[in-house]
C-alpha cells in the first residue's frame, strides 16, 4: 500500500485544499509574491508494516502576478484548481505563478 499527502503553510497557517473555485482564487491572491512551505510525506506499508518512508519540506516563492493574469490562469484551469492543496499545478502552466529561486 502507498500513501502520500501534503501540507501548505503560509506564514503559521495550515491550508486545505479550496472547496470552490472562488476559494481557490483568493487562496493563490493570498500565496502572491509569498513564500509558502509545502510538507510531502510519501509511505510504503506491506503487511500493516511500514517499509519505506520520505518526507521533503520545499519552500516555494510566488511571483506577484496581476490579477489579469490571475484571470485567465482560473478561466483555464477551472475545477482543476480544487484537485490542488494550493490551487496550482507546476506541472504545468502554475509553474508561471512562482518566482526562481536559486541558492
Excluded: P
Amino acid at each position: 500500500m502507498i500513501g502520500a499527502d501534503q501540507t501548505l503553510n503560509l506564514a503559521g497557517a495550515l491550508m486545505d485544499k479550496a472547496r470552490t473555485v472562488a476559494q481557490a482564487r483568493r487562496r493563490l491572491q493570498d500565496l502572491r509574491g509569498c513564500t509558502h512551505t509545502l510538507h510531502t510525506t510519501v509511505v510504503v506499508a506491506q503487511h500493516g508494516a511500514v517499509s519505506w518512508r520520505e518526507a521533503q519540506t520545499a519552500k516555494l516563492t510566488m511571483r506577484n502576478f496581476s490579477d489579469d493574469f490571475l484571470e485567465g490562469y482560473m478561466a483555464r484551469l477551472g475545477d482543476g484548481a480544487l484537485w490542488s492543496l494550493g490551487s496550482y499545478f507546476v506541472e504545468g502552466e502554475g509553474i508561471q505563478l512562482f518566482r526562481t529561486n536559486r541558492g
